[in-house]
């Protein structure tokens, strides 16, 4: 009997983007702030956290109008490097296999995200997605909740399951995310999933 659901995180964790996403938001600093921003800061402080909060951490407290305009300039140059290097822009390796043993077993699985709703459209479009998601289902960060490391995205995304905390695996990459899990009282790590995919694959 299947005891258990699965949360994904997406960046870091089901695409390995992050190479990309330093780029794009580097690129963006060089422009508007004349220099380029510290990869090891940007790994601790932002990464994993909706695209406001990076602005918010690295460009201060801009306005509206110039908030909208530096998330939609990264967006945009994110995008084109991602469809410029397919050789970062794809699935990870074996994430495919986990999905598909996941849902020939009749585990239930979702996505919560901090990207944004256009940037999960994008990726469903480019990445096959709907091969194992609805997308109506999944969880993006569209501000009408806190982004990671709240917990609220994550608990969202279980009411989307039916499952209690305790049954309830997260998998995700970053920090901020780790806490947002916590918060929401996930108590199973990743290597549940692990294991479990280790052992109805075995002969």
């Known amino acids: ?3 258990f659901a699965v949360i994904f995180d997406f960046n870091g964790t089901m695409l390995f983007d992050t190479q990309i996403q ?36 690295f460009w201060g407290d801009v306005g509206e109008a110039q ?4 998330v939609a300039r990264k967006r945009e140059k994110y995008k084109q490097l991602c469809l410029a290097h397919p050789e970062i822009f794809h699935l990870a390796d074996g994430i495919t296999q986990v999905l598909d043993l996941l849902k020939k077993n009749g585990i239930l699985f979702t996505i919560a995200t901090s990207s944004n ?4 459209d994008f990726y469903f479009e480019h990445l096959g997605l709907a091969t194992w998601f609805n997308r109506e ?12 490391p ?17 049954q309830r695996v997260v998998v995700e990459d970053a920090l901020a995310g780790a806490y947002a899990a916590h918060g929401a009282v996930f108590l199973f790590s990743a290597n549940v999933l692990v294991r479990f ?3 109805i694959s075995a002969p």
């Not at 709703?117 to 999960?120: L, V």
């Not at 995304?157 to 209690?164: I, T």
């Open 1 to 3: 009997m299947v005891d």
């Open 22 to 57: 330093f780029r794009a938001w580097n690129d963006l600093a060089e422009e508007t702030l004349g220099h380029g921003l510290s990869e090891e800061e940007f790994l601790h402080c932002t990464n994993g956290r909706p695209s406001r909060e990076t602005v918010e951490y």
């Open 67 to 70: 908030m909208g305009e530096l």
């Open 117 to 120: 709703p256009r940037s999960m």
């Open 137 to 148: 289902t999944v969880v993006c960060s569209d501000r009408r909740f806190p982004g990671k």
């Open 150 to 166: 709240a917990p609220d995205i994550y608990r969202i995304a279980a009411q989307e399951l039916g499952f209690p905390p305790e």
């Open 197 to 199: 995919a280790q052992d």
